[in-house]
């Protein structure tokens, strides 16, 4: 799938997301309201429109910025770091989805965590890069930062320990 293909299912999907979750906030405070204000046909046509663009605005925006790669260095060939790779996954969480030679695709194992994920985009792709021997991660920022980290530091920990 081209990157241009996944960026508007991920931005349709971060639009919807913040216009269910902000609207069901909304409502709910509006039914917990002591002072509820009554409805007249200006406030519903222009914080409507105000809060719609909002929503487009963010969701269009979200995509570009939490979807990144990033490159984790190995001590070894992917060969000897592979079960280092798939323990990491394993202990945040994440179940080995489908292997095609050198790339990987995780899922996250919860589903209730997926579903907040924006409706499934919770999958990580790690491919290996021979050129460099490391492996490029690519998914939601704050889970391939951490998890890249997390296999460097196995990888280069496992050497230290072979070395000795």
Excluded: W
Excluded at 104 to 130: C, P, S
Excluded at 136 to 155: Q, T, W
Aim: hydrophobic share 45%; glycine share 4%; with cysteine.
């Amino acid at each position: 799938m081209t990157s241009a293909k996944k960026y508007l299912i991920r931005a349709f999907k971060s639009i919807v997301f913040v216009l269910t979750l902000c609207s069901a906030v909304l409502l709910l405070f509006y039914l917990l309201s002591d002072n509820r204000q009554e409805l007249t046909f200006a406030s519903l046509v222009s914080k409507p429109l105000y809060f719609s663009a909002f929503c487009i605005l963010y969701g269009l925006v979200y995509p570009l910025v939490s979807f990144v790669k990033k490159d984790a260095i190995l001590s070894n060939p992917l060969v000897d770091e592979k079960d280092n790779i798939l323990k990491v996954f394993s202990a945040a969480g994440y179940e080995l989805v489908s292997e095609n030679g050198e790339i990987m695709v995780f899922r996250l194992k919860n589903k209730t965590t997926r579903i907040f994920r924006l409706f499934g985009e919770d999958a990580i792709e790690v491919q290996y890069v021979a050129d460099l021997n490391s492996v490029l991660l690519s998914g939601m920022r704050r889970d391939v930062y951490r998890l890249a980290k997390h296999v460097e530091y196995l990888s280069q920990n496992n050497n230290d320990l072979n070395d000795n």
